[in-house]
Nanobody
Framework: QVLLVESGGGLVQAGGSLRLSCVASGSRFSFDKMGWYRQRPGNQRELVAFIRSGGSSNYADSVKGRFTVSRDNAKNTVYLQMNSLTTEDTAVYYC???????????????WGQGTQVTVSS
């Protein structure tokens, strides 16, 4: 059974920083993409950032220049460094791992249980 376990969430003041970590266990494969989504109160889950196994990454416009996603393939771990946090970043952050399972590009998604990030003003 593949498990993704997040850590690093918490309460921080606006302008502060947090670093989230997500460790994948139980997998015999490497994820093609690993990343982070978040769900703010009253909103749908949205992409924050992801990074491919080769190292290229994508970010939501709202976090560009403030957040950095990175991964350690050997440890099947993905990180999210969050700087200059604002109250708009308050959300439950979910780790995501995506694996391509066939030549047509079909994927399987794996999710962590989520970690709360609260930014106070």
């Amino acid at each position: 059974q593949v498990l993704l376990v997040e850590s690093g969430g918490g309460l921080v003041q606006a302008g502060g920083s947090l670093r989230l970590s997500c460790v994948a266990s139980g997998s015999r494969f490497s994820f093609d993409k690993m990343g982070w989504y978040r769900q703010r109160p009253g909103n749908q889950r949205e992409l924050v950032a992801f990074i491919r196994s080769g190292g290229s990454s994508n970010y939501a416009d709202s976090v560009k220049g403030r957040f950095t996603v990175s991964r350690d393939n050997a440890k099947n771990t993905v990180y999210l460094q969050m700087n200059s946090l604002t109250t708009e970043d308050t959300a439950v952050y979910y780790c995501n791992g995506e694996r391509i399972v066939n030549v047509e590009g079909a994927t399987v998604q794996y999710w962590g249980q989520g970690t709360q990030v609260t930014v106070s003003s």
